[in-house]
């Protein structure tokens, strides 16, 4: 197959040259010297037939594109965006950091200026509203108009009506303008952004309203490119709900026999995967493409450490007597897969120094050497931190303790009573509004004054980019395979020029062992009961 691209034009030598022209009548049957050729328009119609008879033809924006923006797209950025164009329906699985925003973006200019697609909706976590697809656009598509639709109902709905080429909601923004989406059949083309967060599970109201945007509105014709670099995060039969909205041929109408398919019962309360799990998500998860970092380009190294602190004897006490009660629950069979992580959590929120009681209200007690050893990594980093904790409860105490460090006592009091952040500190949590939030990533990322930034890992995994660190600082664990590998990712993305360091704190059993089945990918779920197991045994003998 030969590539004329002056001519726009593809020309092949099929076994039978009529039997394609029948099936591409735009083709034109050529003789060079007593051999038969066709010509074949190299547009995407005919592209995908070609795809469809096993031949594998490049996707016209490879030739026929000017790629907008400042940089020129990576190999994987530009096969992703060739993928996209060909499949309406489709899930990108490219790893994190891989630039999946911008070949999404690319692959709709594409389409948009053939006039296959109009109007393009993307679902996002709140998180990467602004600091990632708004940015993309802005920085590399200056043509697009697009609208971050945000705020209460009267303006989100203001903005849904306002011109645009691009919308931008997050996941649990999608309920205000839902059935208002049902009168706009020029937004044609819809992409979940981390569908496998906002998605997997066919219960939420959330993928009742994504699934309804997508299939049940206009007829179904919509695009649909579901997002994610972690399809699966949490076991085999997150890919079902997925599938349901982008594919959803591709898997049984019903939940229980795709999990037959995909796990196997090995008591009245454990499922497991089935040894050919992996290959059935890949069969179902199609059209689908997926490229890791280490394909895609040359990351400096990112180096892991473990720091061990001593807990105070508060904590020590405190740790002592909650174990000793989640033992006697265990013994009693009150520890079970649905609320070991929960139970798991409350010894994590001891060695963190703030524990909730019975009444949600924190108990704070002394982490003094853990919130030294956080001083003490600040003060080794080449430059900026990100400073990982758990739980809400403790972010308050971690913060002031660095910005009290860095700025000084009384650089640090005048700001705390005149309600305003550390200006070497930024804090992030669920309760930290959009536009501080904002505020906060773009000094950081861009300033020279902003330091550090402690934040839950939830509310800041996906999608960010935050290059300007090169230091993770892991205050406790959390139990998620997931959210600690995006978190992790937020620095290890193009642009990041310096070595990276991610650095684990543990004080106490359960956080050790938690720490090594994350870095190891293992699952979360029995830490607790193992914990509790070795303990009977090593008891016993």
């Known amino acids: 197959m030969l590539v004329y691209p002056n001519k726009r034009a593809l020309v092949v030598r099929p076994r039978d040259p009529i039997a394609l022209q029948t099936l591409i009548p735009t083709a034109k049957r050529l003789q060079v010297n007593g051999k038969e050729f066709l010509a074949i328009p190299h547009k995407l119609d005919e592209t995908r037939v070609l795809r469809n008879l ?4 490049p996707s016209p924006i490879r030739y026929h594109y000017k790629w907008s923006g400042q940089y020129t797209p990576f190999k994987a950025q530009m096969e992703t965006a060739e993928f996209l164009t060909l499949n309406p329906r489709a899930y990108v699985l490219n790893e994190m950091g891989t630039g999946k925003t911008l070949a999404a973006l690319w692959a709709y200019d594409y389409l948009r200026s053939l ?4 109007k393009m909706l993307v679902i996002c976590p709140l998180s990467t509203m602004e600091r990632t697809w708004a940015d993309e656009i802005f920085r590399h598509f200056p043509h697009l108009d697009f609208r971050v639709i945000y705020g209460d109902r009267k303006r989100r709905l203001k903005l849904l009506e306002q011109e645009a080429d691009i919308y931008i909601v997050n996941h649990d923004g999608l309920s205000i303008i839902a059935a208002d989406l049902a009168k706009r059949p020029d937004i044609d083309i819809i992409v979940p952004d981390e569908i496998a967060q906002a998605a997997r599970n066919a219960s939420t109201d959330r993928w009742k309203l994504i699934n309804a945007v997508v299939n049940k509105q206009q007829d179904g014709t919509r695009w649909c490119w579901g997002v994610t670099g972690t399809p699966t995060p949490n076991a085999p039969t997150d890919a ?6 982008v594919t959803p041929s591709t898997v049984p109408p019903y939940f229980n026999k795709f999990k037959d398919l995909v796990m196997r019962q090995v008591n009245q309360f454990l499922w497991m995967p089935r040894p050919d799990a992996t290959e059935k998500v890949f069969e179902v998860m199609q059209p689908s493409i997926r ?25 020590r006490d405190a740790y002592k007597d909650m174990f000793t009660k989640l033992k006697f629950e265990a013994a009693n069979g009150e520890v079970l ?9 409350k010894l994590v929120q001891i060695a963190c120094g703030a524990a909730y009681d019975s009444n949600k209200s924190t108990v704070q007690l002394d982490a003094t050497p853990r919130l ?9 980093a080449e430059g900026k931190v990100i400073i990982f904790v758990p739980f809400v409860s403790a972010i308050e105490t971690v913060s002031a303790a660095v910005s009290l460090h860095l700025d000084g006592v009384v650089n640090a009091v005048a700001q705390r009573l005149a309600g305003d952040s550390s200006p070497s500190v930024g804090c992030i949590h669920g309760q930290v509004t959009k536009a501080e939030r904002d505020r906060i990533f773009k000094e950081f990322q861009k300033g020279s004054q902003m330091r550090v930034i402690v934040a839950q890992p939830a509310a800041m995994s996906h999608g960010l980019t935050l290059t300007a660190a090169n230091t993770i600082i892991w205050y406790a ?23 990276q360091l991610i650095v684990n704190i543990e004080g106490s059993p359960i956080e050790l062992k938690a720490y090594e089945r994350l870095r190891n990918k293992q699952k979360m779920q029995g830490l607790l009961l193992s914990m509790v197991e070795d303990e009977r045994v090593s008891t016993a003998s």
């Not at 400096?300 to 001593?310: E, G, K, M, N």
């Not at 897969?337 to 959590?345: I, L």
């Not at 664990?477 to 070595?499: E, H, L, M, V, W």
């Open 240 to 245: 079902w709900a997925q599938c349901r909205i």
């Open 372 to 380: 030294t050893v956080v001083k003490e990594i600040v003060d080794e």
């Open 115 to 118: 006039g296959h697609v109009h």
């Open 54 to 57: 096993g031949m594998n033809p």
């Open 337 to 345: 897969a649905v609320n070991e992580a929960v139970k798991a959590s």
């Open 291 to 315: 490229f890791s970092r280490a394909e895609c380009m040359d990351l400096p190294p990112c180096v892991f450490q473990t720091r061990h602190v001593d807990l105070t004897k508060e904590q």
């Open 477 to 499: 664990p959390i139990f998620s395979n997931d959210i600690y590998d995006q978190a992790c990712a937020r620095i290890t993305r193009p642009g990041q020029t310096k070595a």
